[in-house]
């Protein structure tokens, strides 16, 4: 009897301590899938955690939007900042990654403002903010 009820009670210990590693696994997993918010392009969260902000360009068949790619390498660029590319499709899809560690305060909010108006302005493109 001692020996059921020691077993029983070993059992119950490590299904506690599986629960709670599992759970803290899954707090520090983070959000792979971009939220969407109240703007319709402008997404919560990013795909890569070393990225304060994902631009992505998409397409339907014919290419990204040029116009709209350029207009945001130059505002990359007029600021100096650190940039990654990653292609994302066979038709020119991208998503441009910026840490934004160049950048604080007024100057910073000011960016994503102004990516955000390109962006709206633009087809098939996306910002997503950590």
Known sequence: MQRIL???TGALCLLIVSCKS???ANQEKPNSVPQVTKEPTV???VTDNACAIEVAFGSY???IDGPT???VKAEIEKLKLKSTS??????GEIRICLPLTEIKGN????FIDQLKKIVKEGQLVSVSIR
């Open 6 to 8: 020691f077993f029983i």
């Open 22 to 24: 599992q759970e803290k």
């Open 43 to 45: 997404y919560d969260g």
């Open 61 to 63: 068949g014919a290419g």
């Open 69 to 71: 790619y350029e207009k």
């Open 86 to 91: 990653k292609s994302i499709g066979r038709e």
């Open 107 to 110: 100057e910073k909010t000011e």
